[in-house]
């Protein structure tokens, strides 16, 4: 499914200098999020299938992610050699057009200076009716505060832009993406202490009930639509220009010509 290219040695323009976003996830808040995120994303990937998922942004958690999907393959692209398939640019993806099932873009719009290059990129190689799974950071929560605050410090995960799901909606609608699913997760505080996490249960049932917009993720399922083009025969031409059909005689069986 790859292709032989010089692009796979180019490198994405990152706008986060400072530790990278899959370090994070290894602390107890970014292991909390993704158990909320695989244990919201089930659904969906249960009822994918195919033969490749791609995955873009944080791709050493491809594989514990995209656990639960039926897709038989799961690669990843990024730019570092740790836990990637190939180094490759997200807006230059090195893969043939209409040949991936799902893509994952996990903080890979956030985190570039080109999001609709990439959004382009992924319409291309996903297949008609393929899904397109984004997930990055909700900026109407807690967490898009503490996000206007400290995103200056270009440190994970404040740093990089925090799109809202209606942006990235709109985004994708310009595509002919049609969304499937739309909802929030990780309803905790946005401070890494292990002892405030677990004790967060309280806060995360009342944010549930009565502030689901206020999730930490935002999660959007797409799917790709292709409209067929069939001619449309114009019947004014016919019925205008063309000639009316001719209705010629026919002789009877017991009918003769006289000669």
């Known amino acids: 499914m790859l292709e032989n290219s010089p692009k796979l040695t180019k490198s994405n ?48 958690l491809a594989q514990n992610i995209l656990q639960g999907s039926r897709v038989k393959h799961v690669f990843s692209l990024g730019q570092t050699s740790a836990g990637i398939n190939a180094q490759a640019e997200h807006a230059e993806l090195p893969i043939a057009t209409d040949s991936t099932d799902l893509v994952v873009l996990m903080h890979a719009l956030s985190q570039t200076q080109q999001p609709h290059a990439i959004l382009r990129e992924v319409n291309r190689v996903l297949i008609p009716d393929g899904k397109l799974i984004i997930i990055d950071f909700n900026p109407v929560s807690l967490w898009g505060l503490r996000h206007l605050v400290q995103g200056w410090l270009d440190d994970a995960p404040w740093a ?20 499937l699913h739309d909802f929030q997760c990780g309803h905790i505080l946005p401070f890494n202490y292990a002892r405030l996490i677990n004790n967060s249960r309280i806060f995360s049932k009342f944010s549930q009930r009565w502030l689901r917009f206020s999730g930490a993720l935002n999660v959007l399922v797409f799917e790709k639509n292709t409209i067929p083009l069939t001619p449309v025969k114009n019947g004014w031409v016919r019925h205008k220009i063309l000639p009316p059909n001719v209705i010629r005689p026919t002789v009877g069986r017991g009918m003769k010509y006289d000669r």
């Not at 990089?160 to 969304?179: I, M, N, P």
Request: glycine content about 12%; hydrophobic content about 35%.
């Open 13 to 60: 323009k990152s706008l986060q200098p400072g530790m990278p976003l899959t370090l994070w996830y290894q602390s107890p808040l970014g292991q909390y999020l993704i158990g909320q995120l695989k244990q919201s994303l089930t659904p969906v990937l249960s009822t994918s299938f195919g033969y490749y998922a791609l995955q873009l942004g944080c791709e050493n």
């Open 160 to 179: 990089g832009h925090y799109y809202t799901a209606g942006r990235l909606h709109d985004w994708a609608s310009l595509l002919g993406f049609e969304q």
